[in-house]
């Protein structure tokens, strides 16, 4: 047996590199005969201990290996376990018992808290957040590997760690892993087991459970139990080593347990006493290992281990004669298997360290210049030790020596370097890859003791099987080698994958030559474009850096032509064979890209390979094991096509086949040869099979070397397919094989293919009767087998030897004569009696190694075949009806009915009803009849199957289903060829008879078979959706037994994101199931996030090549075959590639492929409309539509043209804007640039035409298609060459169509750059709105941008946040001027002024502005708002400032207005203080005596007299009687008496604007008319609604005009009220002037009464602020609680300072309670704004508050105030949740509001009072000072009146005026603290009317269908008028012509409806709801969209306030307005609830 070199470098050590010169042979064979080796023995199992006793060294002459010091040793773990997971799995502290640190990482650690717990050495190792296996401690003995997972991330955090671990230390890893889920101490975690259990790696009595903190002794003990468990189970024990070196990257091949011993290895054609002499110098020293397992050795890395490393160099080879009898010497021991690994070494770890020699010669093998010498490597202790290199001898003596050693061959004789940067071999310069095990060792093999005696002599046996063995070895090396030159190693164990490649990345380069190093993916990257070049690929030699010879020697010559011949024929000049040796086999490059795949992609590539008409292999050896392998697997996707001719009845008869190659059976003729002929088997066969594409590879294929690989012994496979023409070579399908390499070598696959064939066809060189051919080909002869042997050196043609028996000469024949030839044998052959091949077949051969024999795909395979089998038996036709009812008719009916909702006739709303029962019928019929058995088992394993299992499983469903409607649709499609053709006859002779139309009914029927047989993997996706679907919309709960069906989506989702097409439309139905594709989008979105896409959409006309195109640029698998491949829409997300992702702003490329336009299965069955549907719903999707157009004609051209400019047009009109490419395939020439020109003139010429028709059709203006859509005829129109390089079904891919499927990505990807994409949820409800849109024959109209919609509803939040900003703003700074201009400091505001004060702000705003246009995710949508909003935020700003001046204007004019009371008001203050002060002496002795009774009765007695004195040149002003003046004004307008006054007693005036029927005040003049009115209910809801409408204009003109009069500054006057009723009574006549009827005058007085209603409390609330202002004996009878107060002190005999302090305390008592309440109402308004959900949105949010109020509190007469009079209703919720918010909900938080306020004010007037007497005491101030100063410091804060001095001049202690002052704040601090929030109603500014300013100045304007009040919050925006949902008419009083008839009808449902209506009450003229924009200018600008949604809410209010709407309107709910029984079912907690839904925008 063997021991194994292990490729790991042990870390943490140093290596040395000398260089030792040549010329030093002597010392080095010394040193060579004196090593000595020895092996301890093995006593454990599975364990290599080591000698301690080695042979010690002397100088540098011995190895020894030292014995490890004490300081090495430790003691042994019990268990070693590593700690692998995420960090945050575990809280490492110390109290952890588990592990304690996190100091040193990936370092074994000793725990001592788990010895102290149990008693026991056990090792802990950190690799916790380290995936990196580069950081993995190397060679260490693991028991356990403890993956951590945290409970709630467990599922996904085991399978990403399964698949490292796999990854990193392979399969058998899996048995060391023990599974515990983390939790904190509250969690329960009893869903992880049952999550972790569906996947199948989990073994449950290998998991476990505990707490983060890991502080639980029980917990920690019962984990080391099951881990002792497993350990026991596991055998062996412990694991060691990595799948790969975690250095280099590269994997070690483990299964292969060969015992390798680094030594000395020899060129394999050395001669004996070559050997002898080498083995002299070596001496290895055996011992006997006992213990079973393979001796592993480890390698030095360059940068690790403590190693010498010489290389030695020698130029001659003197003294070999001694190393041959050295090697003789060599003593063997035998081995057991002992498995060496140990972690101190780095080399052959025999006790201690090594040294490792690199010995490189310059000798040559003269028997075989062309093999590389390998490089020896000697073990020494030595500095100076060396070993020698090889030499040649005879090859007998190779064989003899051979018998003592055995020895890997050395290619190439050169000097070998160490190269320091890859750890390989250099061997001249060039870097070789060594074997898999090790990059750098070679290896010496042993036999077994039965095979080896003491002496080292071996059997022939023995012999054979050790060449065998060298022979696999140095084929795993240049595997090895090839792959590194491939840069292909990582990919021998992570295979490539299909998800590798299904990514956009950047195009593929066409370069002249490719770096080596790219090859492979280039490779990969044509192939998958279909480009066939992909074999033919330039690689770019770098000569200097591989060449292996001598540079050209150089002549030195005379310049003459006799020196220039001389050296022509000069034989010294060497040809340089470095470059054949090193260049790349393209064949080579393909098989090394093959074995690196995995199954997944291996099918791919031979499907690619297969559809570029290439041979595809059909037996492989393995490159390692070299077992022969069949990849059946790989075929499976492969359908061929080809017609089959056959004489009958002497005609041709043409039968079409097309079937899957696996099941295919054909005659298969095999080709192999023997020896080495001279001529090429593989062109031969290409010349026979296709003369005109190689589809063999043959030597004189560009790249071809003399030399290949991977392909000696593989068996390619390839089938000729007839077309059915004259000049087929072949008349039916056969396979052709080819056997690449000798078949005498390659007897396994000369035998299969042999026994397989039908004609074996073998080329000799030659045929004689002894040679090494002979016996074969006897047995060839003897076979029943038909043989044609093919003898390359002889002469003459073909010889029929006997029956079936053939040889032919091929020396000095051409290749045509020969294939003709040929051709005509095997078709005689072949005519006959003969045996099929089918490629199934070779699963029954023994000895090959079958792919889907791998337990993944037969596990994969049972499941998708227990689904077949449950549908075998069943007719293929009625598969989808039996085992998928829910898509089939059902589904069907659903999508018919559903289209009935927009074609609504009579009681549309009754009708609606019914059409929604029968939509929920069918849904819970789909129900019922939802999963069957197929489609249980199918969603079992797609639930329950692991990843790759599903993969396997998916392909195997498709393969399987594909299959059962292979041979049924064959025939259908005959059929319906002919069918098609009868018709087309019939019509070429223009009859219209019976015939043809039952041509046509039969021709239909077959189109409807056609489809009932096609049956795949997209209708098993389709039954799932509808499953979802029915259960969703009827929230239907699964019942026992059936599957989870609210998991399907996710299920879908997870297929989407790995690269499976979904379907977006339903081809069968014509349908999108929008709640199936919703589900599925929000799993997607939740899986990778909401990532942003690119949309590409795909449209043109059928089999024009869209799905080829697709999956050649993007590796996508639509489906691709003639017909109808693509049935409606699919979509494919496509991931951007990292490599490009930084050049773009989206993530993945989501693909939409769509079915062809002008599909024949379609015609005569809505073609047009089901195209321009498809058109417009793909080209809206997209952000980019590439049309595609086939071949030149023009007719077709025009049609699909039509059909896209249509589409186009619809979207410019909704305001989307994709841009597209035209593309132009299978023109004939397109290099001849002037027809390509004139080509594109010529399409633009049709697209302009057809844009102006479209134009008409669509009511646009366009004049060109650039009108459009933006279109550059020279950049977007790309020319396609055809695909195909000559006729198909043998024509190859036109290598042209690859280079424009490039050209044309470039161009995609250019555009892509300048998009932003959109996110997936914006692509879902682009999907809803467009196909909601596009179920209504009015698309433009009926389209609902929903994305626009919600950017323009946050650009409303945001507009409202920006005005509230700059409104508080302006407050402040309106507050700070009213209290200046109260003070007397200010009496004028200019605008400038204000202006500057709030530009601080401004700014701020305009460059939040800015930012939010600038740099929101929406930005590209928002532009077109920029500038609108700018300026509608500069015309607030500058309205505010206007409002703002104008009110500060009316202050400072009433301040004037009563400036002459003001003037006297000091008078009055001085007169009552110097009267009270009087009056206080005069008491003075009294008042002590007397009480505060008498006090108070002495000063009242006073106070009278003093008043009148004081007023006595002044006249009171009157309150106003509001009441007695509004009748004399009405009876002065002639109206009576009794009419005034019993309107006011009834009251009804107050609701004349909220009357439901105005029928009562209306006469005519014609009394028949007016008893048809009233009878006939003639009075119609328009007029109602103009009366109504006239009423509300009236009384806001009318207040505009009462407001307008100066009442607060000059009192109200009864000329006021005078000149309102003389406009009102004007406009009642004007507006009687144009009707037909006339009002009366009870209407007139009940308006004139509510227009001065409503004007009343303005009125009223003026005069008092008038009489306030200006009435002295008011004013004066204010102040006479304040003067007693002051009389009092007196009195008492207080200080003129304690007076002054009193009246300045009261005065900052009334200025600080005004100044606290303002502050304060700014500051609630401010938070409700902000915080009040109602409050802190858009108009739509505050909308949706009031209606949730109105419903809550069931309030009709609330409701008739929101209908008629919105803004009222609006005005009084803000009122009422105001008062609500402050007084009851956020009572607290307004109280710390005020009191911060108070606080606030107080700090100020403190401060004041301290800097104020300050500086009065600094410059000696007198009481004015002080006065001034103090009020002075107020003025900005506090309106404080100044106080005369007059009286207090005896003032001069102002520290005691402080105090004072100070001691009555006291008391008014303690009062403000208990000021009352009731306090602030009485303020100036008022919060709720803040509000209502800020959320009221919004529009307003209604319906004109409901009355909906329109939700912009832009006051006068020029959008088109929207809200969400409509409502019922009967809600607004509407109701049928000519009756008593409510109707119920919801606008919504009406403009979707086949219904017409009547504008007004005086058209005549119908208009349809569908067109109802054409009915005037109030229509015109309401953007109406159908509502397909259940508008519970109305619905609701309608069915609880029936009697409430027939009382309010008179009108009743009957016959026609008869209430739906369902809407009765809809409960108030329903309605409110429907609000949150339809609002979410």
């Known amino acids: 047996m063997e021991v194994e070199n292990q490729d790991n470098a042990a870390a943490g050590r140093g290596s040395e590199v000398t260089s030792v010169p040549s010329g030093t042979n002597e010392k080095v064979e010394e040193s060579a005969a004196e090593t000595k ?9 599975g364990e290599a201990q080591h000698s301690e006793n080695n042979d010690e060294s002397r100088g540098a002459e011995t190895i020894a290996f030292p014995e490890p010091s004490l300081s090495n040793k430790k003691a042994i773990p019990e268990l070693t376990l590593v700690l692998i997971g995420e960090t945050n799995s575990i809280e490492i502290g110390s109290k952890n018992i588990l592990i304690d640190h996190d100091e040193q990482r990936n370092v074994e650690h000793f725990s001592t808290k788990l010895y102290d717990l149990c008693g026991r050495h056990i090792s802990v190792i950190n690799m916790l957040g380290l995936p990196n296996i580069d950081e993995f401690p190397l060679n260490e003995e693991i028991h356990a590997f403890v993956m951590l997972l945290p409970n709630g991330l467990h599922n996904s955090h085991y399978s990403s760690g399964l698949q490292w671990l796999e990854t990193t230390f392979g399969k058998a890893l899996m048995a060391y892993v023990m599974t515990v889920v983390t939790h904190e101490s509250d969690d329960k975690c009893e869903s992880a087991l049952t999550d972790l259990k569906a996947n199948s790696s989990f073994v449950e009595k290998r998991y476990h459970t505990c707490r983060r903190s890991m502080m639980d002794e029980g917990e920690i003990i019962a984990l080391l139990e099951k881990i002792d468990a497993m350990v026991c189970e596991n055998a062996p024990h412990c694991h060691s080593g990595l799948m790969c070196d975690g250095n280099k990257g590269q994997k070690e091949q483990l299964e292969h347990k060969e015992e390798r011993l680094e030594s000395s290895l020899f060129q394999q054609s050395q001669t004996v006493g070559d050997i002898e002499e080498n083995a002299t110098a070596i001496k290895v020293k ?10 592993e050795n480890s390698k030095n890395d360059e940068n690790t281990g403590e190693s010498e490393i010489t290389s030695v160099s020698f ?56 093999e590389d010498k390998e490089v020896n490597k000697v073990k020494d202790t030595s500095s100076t030790s060396h070993t020698v290199s090889p030499v040649t001898k005879e090859q007998g003596e190779l064989e003899e020596s051979a018998a003592k050693t055995e020895c890997d061959p050395v290619k190439q004789p050169a000097d070998v370097e160490h190269s320091k940067n890859d750890g390989h071999i250099t061997v001249g310069g060039e870097s070789e890859i060594t074997p898999v095990q090790s990059a750098a060792t070679e290896k010496v093999h042993y036999s077994t003791a039965g095979n080896m005696d003491m002496s080292g002599n071996m059997d022939k046996k023995s012999l054979k099987l050790s060449e065998e063995n060298n022979m696999k070895k140095q084929h795993q090396r240049e595997t090895e080698a090839l792959l590194d030159r491939l840069q292909l190693q990582d990919k021998q164990q992570q295979k490539f994958s299909p998800a590798d490649f299904l990514k956009v990345g950047p195009p593929v380069k066409q370069d002249h030559d490719t770096p080596e190093k790219d090859v492979a993916h280039t490779f990969i990257q044509k192939l998958m474009m279909l480009d066939y070049r992909a074999r033919y690929i330039p690689v770019r030699q770098n000569i200097p850096e591989v060449s292996h010879s001598n540079p050209p020697e150089k002549f030195d010559t005379d310049d003459t032509d006799y020196d220039d011949l001389d050296a022509l024929y000069s034989t ?47 037996l492989v050896p393995d490159p390692v094991t070299m077992d022969i392998g069949c990849p059946l697997w790989t075929f499976r996707q492969i359908r061929k096509t080809w017609k089959m001719t056959e004489m009958k009845d002497n005609s041709n008869i043409v039968t079409m086949k097309s079937m899957p190659i696996c099941k295919a059976e054909t005659p298969m003729v095999s080709f192999l040869r023997l020896g080495s002929p001279s001529l090429s088997k593989s062109e031969l066969m290409n010349t026979l099979i296709n003369n005109r594409h190689k589809i063999f590879f043959d030597r004189n294929c560009p790249g071809s070397t003399k030399s290949h690989h991977l392909m000696d012994g593989v068996a390619e496979i390839a089938w000729y397919c007839p077309a059915g023409k004259p000049n087929d070579a072949f008349t039916d399908c056969i396979a052709f094989c080819n056997l690449h390499g000798d078949a005498l070598s390659n007897v396994k696959q000369r035998d299969i293919l042999t026994d397989k064939s039908s004609v074996n066809v073998v080329l000799v060189p030659t045929l004689e009767k002894n040679d090494k051919n002979s016996a074969v080909i006897s047995a060839l002869h003897k076979s029943t087998k038909p043989l044609i042997i ?20 091929l020396n000095d024949r051409s290749q045509s004569d020969v294939s003709e030839e040929l051709k ?22 023994s000895g090959v190694k079958l792919d889907e024999k791998d337990n993944v795909c037969q596990k994969g395979k049972s499941a998708a075949m227990k689904i077949v089998d449950m549908l075998q038996g069943t007719d293929v036709s009625k598969i989808k009806d039996t085992y998928l009812p829910c898509q089939g008719q059902l589904w069907k009916g659903w999508c018919k009915i559903n289209k009935e909702l927009y074609h609504l006739r009579g009681n549309i709303e009754n009708e609606k009803c019914k059409i929604q029962r029968k939509l929920m019928q069918i849904r819970q019929d789909q129900c019922e009849v939802s999963c069957s058995k197929p489609m249980k088992s199918f969603i079992e394993s797609l639930s329950s199957l692991s990843a790759t299992e599903k993969d396997y499983f998916l392909k195997w469903t498709q393969i399987l289903t594909d299959a059962l409607s292979t041979d049924d649709l064959g025939s259908i499609l005959q059929k319906y060829d002919k069918k098609w053709a009868e018709v087309l006859a019939l019509k070429k002779k223009h009859e219209k008879s019976d015939q043809l139309k039952s041509k046509q009914t039969e021709l239909d029927e077959i189109s409807t078979q056609l489809q009932s047989a096609t049956f795949g993997l997209e209708h098993i996706f389709r039954e799932m959706g509808q499953i979802y679907e029915a259960h969703a919309s009827l929230q239907k709960q699964p019942e026992r037994g059936q599957t989870d069906w609210s998991k399907y989506p996710e299920l879908a989702a997870e297929l989407m994101i790995s690269g499976h097409p979904m379907e977006l439309m339903d081809g069968d139905a014509g349908h999108v199931p929008l709640t199936w594709i919703s589900g599925l989008l929000d799993e997607v979105i939740k899986k990778l996030g909401d990532k942003r896409v690119f949309v590409l959409s795909v449209l043109g006309v059928q089999s024009s090549g869209k799905s080829t195109m697709l999956n050649a640029m993007f590796g996508l698998e639509f489906a691709v075959s003639a017909g109808r491949c693509t049935k409606g829409a699919f979509m494919q997300l496509v991931e951007v590639s990292e490599e490009i992702k930084k050049d773009f702003e989206f993530d993945y490329v989501l693909v939409v492929d769509t079915e062809g336009l002008r599909a024949l299965e379609l015609e005569g069955n809505a073609t047009l409309h089901h195209d321009n549907e498809l058109a417009t719903f793909v080209v809206g999707l997209g952000n980019m539509t590439l049309i595609n157009i086939f071949g030149e004609n023009p007719a077709e051209m025009q049609d699909i043209l039509q059909i896209v400019v249509q589409a186009f047009m619809r979207m410019k009109k909704i305001k989307l804007s994709p841009s597209c490419v035209f593309v132009h395939q299978n023109v004939t020439d397109i290099g001849a640039a002037e027809k390509n020109m004139d080509g594109k003139r010529r399409l633009q010429e049709k697209l302009d035409k057809m844009a102006q028709l479209a134009a008409k059709e669509e009511v646009c203006d366009a004049e060109c298609f650039s009108d459009v859509i933006a279109f550059d005829v020279q950049k977007d129109v790309k020319y396609f060459a055809q695909l195909w390089e000559g006729s198909p079904p043998m024509a190859p891919p036109n290598p042209g169509y690859s280079e424009c499927v490039q050209e044309l990505k470039t161009t995609i990807l250019s555009k892509a750059k300048q998009s932003a994409g959109i996110t997936l949820s914006q692509f879902k409800i682009k999907i809803q709105d467009l196909w909601n849109a596009l179920m209504n024959e009015q698309f433009v109209f ?30 402040t700074i309106e507050n700070g001027l009213h209290t200046k201009i109260q003070n007397g400091k200010l009496d004028k505001v200019k605008l400038n002024h204000l202006r500057q004060e709030s530009n601080k702000t401004y700014d701020k705003i305009k460059q939040a502005m800015t930012t939010y246009f600038d740099n929101d995710g929406d930005k590209d949508m928002l532009v077109q708002w920029r500038g609108r909003f700018e300026s509608k935020i500069e015309q607030f700003h500058d309205e505010l400032l206007r409002g703002v001046q104008r009110k500060l204007d009316e202050v400072i004019q009433q301040k004037k207005a009563c400036k002459k009371l003001d003037d006297r008001k000091t008078e009055f203050e001085n007169k009552l203080l110097q009267k009270s002060k009087e009056l206080a002496h005069q008491l003075k002795d009294k008042a002590e005596d007397e009480d505060e009774e008498e006090l108070e009765k002495q000063f009242s007695s006073v106070w009278s007299g003093l008043v009148k004195e004081l007023t006595a040149d002044t006249k009171p002003i009157e ?45 005519l003049r014609n009394r028949l008319l007016e008893v048809a009115y009233y009878l006939k209910k003639y009075f119609q809801p328009k007029e109602q609604q103009e009366i109504r409408s006239f009423i509300d204009g009236v009384e806001k003109q009318s207040l505009d005009a009462i407001k307008s009069n100066p009442v607060a500054t000059r009192g109200y006057n009864l000329t006021h009220l005078q000149e309102v009723a003389n406009d009102v009574k004007q406009k009642v006549t004007d507006f009687e002037s144009k009707r037909k009827y006339a009002l009366k005058k009870d209407f007139t007085v009940d308006l004139l009464l509510y227009v001065f209603h409503r004007a009343g409390r303005w009125l009223t609330e003026s005069h008092m602020t008038f009489k306030g202002n200006n009435d002295a004996h008011s004013y004066v009878e204010s102040k006479k609680m304040q003067y007693y107060n002051i009389f009092r002190s007196f009195c008492k005999g207080s200080s003129s300072a304690v007076v002054l302090g009193q009246l300045i305390c009261d005065k900052l008592k009334s200025s600080t309670v005004e100044a606290v309440c303002n502050k304060t109402a700014i500051d609630l308004a401010g938070e409700m704004r902000c915080n009040f959900p109602a409050f802190n949105g858009n108009r739509l949010n505050l909308e949706k508050h009031v209606l949730k109020s109105l419903a809550e509190k069931e309030d009709f007469n609330g409701f008739i105030t929101y209908i008629h009079h919105p803004r009222d209703q609006v005005e009084t919720y803000i009122r009422e949740e105001v008062q609500k918010y402050i007084f009851k909900k956020q009572r607290r938080k307004a109280l710390n509001m005020l009191k911060k306020n108070v606080d606030d004010i107080n700090t100020l007037v403190s401060q004041a009072l301290y800097d104020t007497t300050e500086k009065v005491k600094t410059h000696k101030g007198d009481p004015d000072m002080w006065v001034e100063e103090f009020s002075s410091l107020l003025k900005d804060e506090l309106t404080f009146a100044t106080v005369c001095c007059q009286n207090f001049r005896d003032i001069n202690n102002f520290d005691f005026l402080k105090e004072e002052i100070q001691k009555g704040l006291v008391s008014v601090k303690k009062e403000m603290s208990r000021l009352s929030l009731d306090k602030i109603k009485e303020s100036r500014m008022e919060p709720d009317q803040i509000l209502i300013e800020q959320l009221c100045n919004c529009c307003w304007v209604t319906c004109p269908f409901c009355a909906a009040v329109c939700t912009n919050t832009i006051k006068d925006h020029k959008e088109d008028h929207s809200v969400p949902f409509h409502r019922s008419v009967a809600v607004n009083g509407v109701h049928v012509r000519n009756s008593v008839e409510l109707g119920i009808e919801f606008c919504t449902t009406s403009i979707a409806s086949d219904e017409k209506f009547y504008p007004n009450q005086d058209s005549e003229v119908l208009i349809p709801y569908k067109k109802y924009r054409t009915a005037g200018p109030y229509f015109a600008n309401w953007a109406i969209t159908p509502d397909g949604s259940k508008l519970e809410y109305w619905k609701w209010f309608v069915s609880r306030f029936e009697k409430e709407l027939e009382d309010h309107y008179g009108l009743k709910f009957q016959n026609y307005g008869e209430i739906p029984s369902e809407w009765k079912t809809h409960s108030k907690k329903q309605a409110i609830k429907s609000l949150d839904e339809m609002f979410k925008l």
Request: glycine share 6%.
């Open 37 to 45: 080796v020895k092996f301890d023995l093995v006593n454990e199992p």
């Open 286 to 295: 055996c011992d006997t290992v006992t213990g079973p397992g393979d001796v």
């Open 315 to 370: 130029a001659n080879n003197d003294k070999v004669d001694e190393l041959e009898e050295s090697a003789a010497k060599t003593e063997n021991d035998p081995v057991n298997g002992a498995k060496h690994s140990d972690k101190y070494d780095d080399s052959i770890r025999v006790g201690g360290e090594s040294e490792i020699k690199y010995v490189s010669s310059s000798a040559t093998n003269k028997g075989e210049p062309d």
């Open 572 to 618: 010294k000049v060497d040809i340089d064979q470095s470059n054949l040796k090193t260049h790349l086999h393209p064949m080579d490059v393909q098989m090394a890209v093959f074995h690196c795949s995995d199954s997944f992609f291996k099918q791919n590539m031979i499907t690619k390979l297969s559809q570029c008409q290439y041979a595809l292999p059909l």
């Open 790 to 809: 093919l003898i390359a050196d002889s002469d003459g043609g073909a010889v029929q030897m006997k029956k079936g028996k053939y040889k032919m000469g």
């Open 824 to 845: 005509k044998i095997i078709g005689k052959i072949l005519s006959g009696p003969h045996e099929s091949f089918q490629l199934e077949s070779m699963a029954e051969v």
């Open 1342 to 1371: 009926s389209f609902k941008n929903t994305l626009e919609i919600a950017v323009y509803r946050k650009l409303e939040v945001q507009y409202g946040n920006w005005t509230w900003t700059l409104r508080s703003n302006m407050l």
């Open 1519 to 1563: 309150d106003i009687n509001y009441e007695e003046d509004q009748s004399t004004v009405l009876q002065d307008l002639g109206f009576e008496w009794l009419l005034i006054d019993e309107s006011k007693r009834s009251g009804r005036y107050k609701k004349i604007a909220e009357v439901g029927d105005y029928v009562h005040y209306v006469s």
